[in-house]
């Protein structure tokens, strides 16, 4: 089955730039989307389809998708953005849904 | 205002079967969209358990599917899972979610999740 990877974490200063990746076989030939999730909350979608961004998610959430990897990019990261974020596809090989395994954003 | 709101027993027997229900407001079961149930153990990522379309249509993970079993509820807006045989493994949070658009990809709105535990 199609396998998606992620780092455990990430850590960066406020103000900077987070980049959290999304390792899989030609992700570029699908569609990614990816997460975000506070403790103790439900997961919110805030990029879809390799790049787009729902209605009231900032502008500083971007996302990108070539090779065998995806990135989401977070500028000017604030304390806010501390959270997991899990990137999706959805594999029409084998006809289901696969998450990567999470990274836990820590701003310091 | 699309809300998803999941409901459950909380608490079930190892073996029994896991009935779990997602009520939706402001917005209708049947239109052009798949329903998700997608589930979280405690410390872990997200498990993606099956998708349905209001005609019926199911995706289910294949690693679950001998056990799961997902509705529409057309008359109630809401959704249904039921997972048999449940396991230990089975102790996680379970989310119902609104696919992007009318076909199989992410998912937009999600339920605030209910938390079920397999005991003995």
């Known amino acids: 089955s199609y396998v998606l990877t992620q780092p455990p974490s990430v850590s960066v200063a406020p103000g900077q730039t987070a980049k959290i990746t999304c390792g899989g076989s030609?992700?570029?030939?699908?569609?990614v989307h990816w997460y975000q999730q506070r403790p103790g909350q439900a997961p919110v979608l805030v990029v879809y389809?390799?790049?787009d961004r729902p209605s009231g998610i900032p502008e500083r959430f971007s996302g990108s998708n070539s090779g065998d990897t995806a990135t989401l990019t977070i500028s000017r990261v604030e304390a806010g953005d501390e959270a997991d974020y899990s990137c999706?596809?959805?594999?029409?090989?084998?006809?289901?849904?696969?998450f990567g395994g999470g990274t836990r954003l820590t701003v310091l | 205002q699309v809300h998803l709101q999941e409901s459950g027993p909380g608490l079930v027997k190892l073996s029994d079967t896991l009935s779990l229900t997602c009520a939706v407001s402001?917005?209708?079961?049947?239109?052009?969209?798949?329903w998700a149930w997608i589930r979280q153990t405690p410390g872990k990522g997200l498990e993606w358990i099956g998708y349905?379309?209001?005609?019926?249509?199911?995706y289910y993970s294949p690693s679950l599917k001998s056990r799961v079993t997902m509705t529409v509820d057309r008359s109630r807006n809401q959704i249904s899972l039921k997972l048999t045989s449940v396991s230990l493994v089975d102790t996680a949070m379970y989310y119902c979610?609104?696919?992007?658009?009318?076909?199989?990809?992410?998912?937009?709105?999600w339920g605030q999740g209910t938390p079920v535990t397999v005991a003995s």
């Open positions: 979610a609104r696919s992007i658009g009318g076909a199989v990809r992410g998912v937009d709105y």
């Open positions: 402001g917005y209708s079961v049947s239109s052009d969209h798949w």
């Open positions: 349905i379309y209001p005609s019926g249509s199911t």
């Open positions: 030609d992700i570029e030939t699908k569609s």
């Open positions: 389809d390799d790049g």
């Open positions: 999706q596809v959805w594999d029409s090989s084998s006809y289901q849904a696969v």
